[in-house]
Structure formats: structure tokens, C-alpha cells
């Protein structure tokens, strides 16, 4: 059949309706079109079962939650593996502050699978795509996991605080005073790609890393890192002392350090928000409070439309990538970090996450498997676009609503009323310095790491279509 014959084929099908029956169609397409949720962000119930239904749809991303046998902890491509750690992190908040715990055995399992050889979440098979962020956010997941009192895993294997101070130690190793004088770079390894870029995403998982284990142990190694962290970031000119503004950024070059991404991105200012939280908690100092409260009136400024929350950078011209798809979902738990650690900022935080909450439910539909959000939330309506990303953005924007109408959700917990056990030199020792020497590493090394991340991205694609064919 040529194309022309399959058109004058159609066309006939259509007059063979009636006018009824294309108003039917018509109005079946308009409700699904229309038939969002209405969520009341006053009610802990409302905004629970909100919850719970978005993260059905993400756990359906998820292949062993299928009873597919496919890799442990991690998300089909095109995700990459840094956001397996960060969907742990939301579903550990998910059992917090909903109560559910049907996905807890899948979350221990996969935050035990990924930890590499040496407990520090540098495994092996995902050299070739790790960098200080990607770390970073598997890091966030166990530090979720110790503030929240997750169950801790069996007594014979690395706990959640260990963990995180495993990639906070394997972290610090990084700080290069020897370019652009300090901070950390985006990659750890010469081979990959970015390895001449120092990028606040890596800088900022770093401060609020060191942040929240200064608050949780009482441990002041950690504070000193995170003021340098900071300092660092500011004297670069990545956070602008006058505006707040975070910009992404920053190319070594030839060394002089003058080449910037200014892009700005939620997730980048929303850690150094969090993280001076977290200082403000630790320290009482009003400084940390002063610098939580500029950064979020930026973020106000640059963010926020109507009190609905955009990613900037890409929404509104269409350009979102799989990683920046799921980037407001960090920027609302950041901003619920924010709302527990500095009162003074609470009832404002609470004012605007709540609108943006109810406008999150409208941009959502019932899928297959759930709640399927969809993208931009300014709409006020599902518009089509809806992924692993945006059911992370939508759960996290409405789960970290709960905390202002139960006050069941507390503070997270520190060494004091915590259960987790710490391990201060975690991560670096039993050869952990193996992994170093990866770092100036041959063309063999590089050929090895590359071998690695294809069988693993091979096994990720039939993994996929298996999911959806099945
Ligand atoms: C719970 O959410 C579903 C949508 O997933 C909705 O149909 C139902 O009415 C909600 N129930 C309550 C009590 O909010
Ligand atoms: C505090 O943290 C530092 C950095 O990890 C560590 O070297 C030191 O042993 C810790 N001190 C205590 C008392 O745990």
C-alpha cells in the first residue's frame, strides 16, 4: 500500500463514523486529557496515597521489582547509574514519611550491591562513568538511610554511616589544591571525560556530604571540610557572593581556570542550600542561616513561576536530558532539609512547597503501573512528557510536603538518636588505594574500564527490552 492509499484509506474509515461517535472519541480523549489529581496538601492521607501511587510508577522502572532477573540496584539505561542512588535515596524518604514498607528489602539489597569491593561506592563495572557526583549521590542515599533510621543491614557487613563516610573519605582524597587552588573535579578517573572540569554538583554533594556527617557524629573534621568547600566554591566565583546564584561550573583549561558554565540548575544550588542548613543545625551559627536564607531567595527568583517550581535551564525550551529530567526532585528534598534545620525559613518553605505540591498532582495522570506525572508543572496539567525523571521530581515534590501536617516526621537523627554505626576511616583502607592508581591510569586501563561499562550497559539494554516486552 503507498502512503496515499493508506490516507485515502483512513479518510473513508473516518466518514464511516458517525458524528456521535467522534464526539465520544472526542470527549474520552479530553477527560484523559483533563482527569488529573487533586491532592490536599493540608491532609497527611491525601498527600500518602499521592505518594504511594507515584512510587509504584517508579518502582515499575525497575526490573527486579518485575521478578526480572536483571542487575541489582540499578535502572535500565538510558539512566545512568548515579540515579539508581538517587531513586534510593526518595523511596528511604518514601518509607519515612509514608510508613510503607513493601520496597525495603529492594532498597537494602541494592544499596549493599553497589558498594564495590572496598564498601565505597566505586564499583569496578562503572568506572567509566564515575565521578564525584555520581558518588555523591549514592552517598546521600546511606546518610537518608543512617537520618532516618532505615533498618540497619546485618552486623557483619558495612553499615549505612559507614558507607557514608567511606564516600566522604574517598571524596576528600580528591580536593586538588594543585588547580584553580582547591575544590574537587567532576571526574575521579584522568580516562573519562570531565576530568578538567571542577563542577558545583561534585563540590556541592561534597559540602552537604561533609555537612551532614558534622551534624549527625559532632565529628568538627567534617564541619572544617565543608566551610573549605564552601569557601572554595565562593572565591571561584561558582557561587556568586552578591547574586547567590550557583553556576554549574568551572574548565581548568590550560590552568588558569577562567572558562565557566554558567548554567544554573536546580540540584546545584538547592546542596549548597541544604548544606548550609545542615551547618546552621551543627553550628548555630547565624552565618549558615544567613547563607541558607540568600540561596533560597534565589532560588525563589530563578525557579519559581507562580510558586511552581521549573528547571530553568532546560523546561521551557524543551531540552531536558535523562539526568536534568529528575533534577527537581533534589531541589525538594533539599528545600524539606532546609524547612527542618533553619525554623526561621520553615513557614515560607512550607507556603511554597505546598502550592507546588497541588500543582505537581495536576500534572499528573493514571498510568498503567500508577500515577504518571508529567513534566512541567507551571501547566497545571499532564503535558505527555512523563519518564523515571519526572515520577522522581513529582514523589519527591508531594513526600516532602508530609513533614508540615505530621509532626510524626521529625529531625533527622545523629549519633545520639540514631542506630547506625560509624566507621571514621571507611573506605580507604583493605587497599582501597587500588582505586587510585586507576586515576593516572594506561590506554590498557582505559580499554579495561570501557570493556566493563559495555558488558554492563549490554546486560542494561536486554534488561530493558525485556521490561517492555514483557
Ligand atoms: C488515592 O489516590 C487515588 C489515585 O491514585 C485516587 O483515585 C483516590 O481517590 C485517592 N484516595 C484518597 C483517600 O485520597
Ligand atoms: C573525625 O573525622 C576524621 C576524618 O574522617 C577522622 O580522621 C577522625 O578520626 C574522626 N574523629 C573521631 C573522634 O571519630
Known sequence: MTLLEVFNKGITKLRNLTIIRLLLICSLLFSSVTETVEIDTGSAISIRNTSSAIASSIMAFYPPYKGIDAAIGVFPRPHYWWQA??????????????????????????????????NNYMPPAMFAELGNDDQAFWGFAVLEAAERKFPDPPSSGPQWLELGQAVFNTMAVEWDDATCSGGIRWQKFAFNNGYSYKNTVSNGGFFLIGARLARYTKNETYAEWATKTWDWTARVGLLDSNTYAVYDGLHIGNGNCDSF??????????????????????????VWRERAQRLFE???????????????????????????????????????MTADLVPELRAEIQALMQTNAAAVARSCVEGSNGLECGQKWTMQAFDGVTSLGECQCALEAVLNTVRFVDSNVGLPADVNTGTSQGNPGAGLSKGGEADWSMRNSTRGDRAFAWILTISVMACLSVSTWWVLSG
Open 85 to 118: 542512588g538517587a531513586v534510593w535515596g526518595a523511596i528511604i524518604d518514601y518509607w519515612a514519611f509514608v510508613g510503607d514498607d513493601r520496597y525495603n528489602e529492594l532498597i537494602s539489597e541494592a544499596l549493599l550491591s553497589q558498594t564495590g569491593p572496598y
Open 261 to 286: 558554565d554558567y548554567l544554573q540548575w536546580t540540584y546545584n544550588i538547592g546542596s549548597y542550600m541544604a548544606g548550609a542548613a545542615y551547618m546552621y543545625s551543627f553550628t548555630t551559627l547565624p
Open 298 to 336: 534565589h532560588i525563589k527568583q530563578t525557579f519559581f513561576f507562580n510558586g511552581i517550581m521549573f528547571e530553568a535551564a532546560c523546561e521551557t525550551v524543551g531540552t531536558c536530558s535523562t539526568d536534568s529530567r529528575s533534577f527537581k526532585a533534589y531541589l525538594c528534598r533539599y528545600l524539606g
